[in-house]
């Protein structure tokens, strides 16, 4: 029963998105404001709907319903329950309800938290994202039904989860994700409401910056959490593998980026209004690309979902709609967006451009890697893209943008004095490149660029705090009460730059200085890494919920002295009989110690162990927490809080 | 209103042609791999053979027109690929076994239970044939011509379909009213 | 997984292992390092978008095998690609081949940068021109203003 109020349930959010992107458009065009008031509480009802439809899919996925074709291809009466009800977004019909939900989310919290925007524009932009639910809505429904039966002959018991997404990274990763794709779908319906309501208010970009600065923040972490699962879950210690799946969520974190800077310039001078309506266009339709680039099977990828031509074509004939629909009103309506305001070469509207320059050069350059198999299998060429041409280009443009952020923030708007300017950058340069210098020859001497990446980091840092304590002491009544003056969209910013920082120097280590050894190990054998040994104890065998386990235990030991015991696993499940390798990782702020099992050899009495000391990795995913953070902070700030009570435009001046 | 530069036309264009590409993938199967090896001769190799004492070399695939059927005995879809290859013979194709990654016994065993469709088989126990090749799995089927050249490479299980769209043309190409 | 350049650990890597031996043999720290990168560069025919270094398939172990034989027969990275290459075609390594056709690959994003920054300074010199101190938008004069986004 619950599937088919979960199915039913998606017909009626079917309907209330087809009233919300009809009605209130009309309400708009005909000034007839009660229609316009209606897009809220449809946005409301939308969500219910959608909800309810989620708790039904989570019932049947509890009560181990497998006449439900979803359930039983995704779950097992033996799966635990926190990966039975995460099993919900573990497929291709599932995620696809989730997606649907979080945009339902997303327009209720639009509708709910806007009191603050004509309601013209709420109800422009209520009715856009209504649009775009029709859309998923239409693609559940016809082609990837989450509730659809399979009757009469049902299976006794389900097909299993796949083990590789019997973890926690299933439970949080693909939400957080997707929160951030999703949640580009406003700073998308502000665009174009923005080009369709003909004339962009001054206060636009006010009101589309915090709904996308914490989408990005939803991304960052999503994207972060996904590099982590992989490495401690694929086995092989890596974190980032150009994937085109990996590649498909990184492509609207690139764009996003550029957006919120392209943002803060229309926020603060009004400037750039068309670049930055056409980046959120961008952004989202890269994020709806992605959707595609996955489930239609064009590429390939150990990630893909589903591979079924049929769904591809019709996430194409969507994407076509959204995305040329919205690039076709924004080359017929953008010469209303032109502003006439000025600014000299040395600014920071001018350095921002140029870090929207290097941000779109760098999506480009993930999009041309991504999508040139295919243009070259048209020409009959089958050609293989990855790390080497990803890096050839990231790695240079990751230090031009770095160079470029810290006259950014140290430009005043408008107009900058380019002496102060070189003179203030010049004086935190030897400081970085000496502690660089000794920095980058930890653990040892690392080639030219790794010393380059690491003094671009700290050159980084360091301005930040320059730039703190000046401002700080700018209030004249002492540094603390100054610092706690900063507003926090400062200290955001100061953070997510910081975070990037540590990013940097977190890949730089681990690309430079990771050791691997491949090793012949039994019981009792001894492998050792620089100063690290690794005795090879015991093996023993245990049973799990739903899988068999041949366990090793590793003593590890640093210069003689214990340091921890590391338990890597071989795991077959029973359900589906894959094999799972489990790999054992000390994790330290440092470094991470990994350990894992290959294949037995010599018929069991010895396995192929792959040993990994990878130094900074962990900084990877603490910088990108602490880029999330950042925006986080960023959307605290009390100019946002204040909107709560006054109206529009008496704020766009005296704060900022 | 003032006139628009035609340069905002220009996100719209680059968003088409994606989109045009995007669809001529669609239907396509990433996955299939062209052999890199059309219209080279078959790599030399010298290797025993599984049902006789003789030394198997390329010149054995020299000669007429036939097959080199890549299979093994822990290959599943060999099993099922393995009555068509027997119609096949039946009709007077010439099909050439290679022995992949297998042990002899079991093979010689297999042919006697199932069925022998091979006019020659060739023992490549540790690969190396395979890797100059470029096969990557079994079952695979190469088609061979009189001068000992590959002209076409199929991965995974021959069948009527495969045969009649993929080799079938070939054959009647290059020898009109021949083996169909 | 990235692996640019890497200075193996030259105290206690091969010297120090016991009973343990290495899978992969080889006689200098050098040829390991080789061994490594080519497996990252080198793609599995048959799995879903993995390295030598990340797969498991039979196939993947029969060109890990052959890639440390071609190491210490004295073979170049080049020559060891190629060798796949020709065997394989192209599919089976990571670095396209540069060809009039390829070639738009890095053409491309450099074009992009090119014209981008042609476009900007363009942009500038128009902004520049139409600075004038009468409007308003809160610019700063001098450095010394408080935090503000």
Redesign the interface.
Known sequence: MAAEIGHLSLWLALAAALCLSVFPLVGVQRNILALQWYARPLAWVQWLALTLSMVCLGYSFFINDFSVAYVANHSNSALPVAYRLSAIWGGHEGSLLLWGWMLGGWAAMVGGLSRSVPLAMVARVLSVMGMISVGFLLFMLLTSNPFDRVLPWFPLDGADLNPLLQDPGLIIHPPMLYMGYVGFSVAFAFAVAGLLAGNLDPAWARWARPWTTVAWSFLTVGIALGSWWAYYELGWGGWWFWDPVENASLLPWLAGTALIHSLAVTEKRNLFRAWTVLLAIIAFSLSLLGTFLVRSGVLTSVHAFANDPERGAFILGFLIVVAGGALTLFAVRSSTLTNNKGFKPVSREAFLLGNNLILLTATFVVLVGTIAPLFFEALDLKISIRSPYFNGFFVPLTMALIVLMVPGVFSNWKRQDGRVLVKRMAMLAPAAVIAGWFGSRLPEPSPWQGVLAIMLALYLVFAHVDDVVRRARAYGQGFFTGLRKLGRAYWGMVSAHCGLAVMVAGITLVSFHEVERDIRMGPGDRASIGEYDFVFDSLDNYQGPNFDSTRGHFQVSYQGEPVVILHPEKRTYHASGQIMTEAAIDAGFWRDLYVAMGEPLDDGNAWAVRIYFKPGIRWIWLGSLIMAFGGVLALSDKRYRRLRFANGEKEATNES | MKANSPWVFLPLVGFVLLAVLLASGLGRDPQELPSALVGKPVPSFSLPSLMTDETLTQDSLKGRWQLLNVWATWCPTCYIEHPFLLELAARGVAIAGLNYKDESDPARQYLAEHGNPFTHVIVDADGQLGLDLGVYGAPETFLINPDGEIVLRHAGDLNARVWKEKFVPLLEQNQPGGEA | ?????????L???SL?????????QFETPEQEQRF?VLL??L?C???????L??S?A??AQ??RA?VEIMIKEGKSNDEIVDYF?????????????VTP??SI?WL??LL??GS??VI?VL??????????DS???????????????
């Open positions: 997984m990235t692996r640019m350049l890497r200075i193996v650990f105290l206690g890597i120090s292992a016991m009973a343990a031996t290495d899978i992969y490594r990252d560069e793609r025919p048959k799995c879903q978008n993995q390295s270094a990340d498991d039979g196939i029969d060109m052959r290459v020709a065997r394989y075609g192209n599919f089976v390594s990571y670095r396209p081949p056709t390829t690959l491309a994003p992009l940068l981008g920054a900007i942009l500038l010199r128009r902004a520049s021109a139409r600075v004038d409007d308003e938008g809160g610019e700063e004069s001098d450095m010394n203003q408080r935090g503000d986004r």
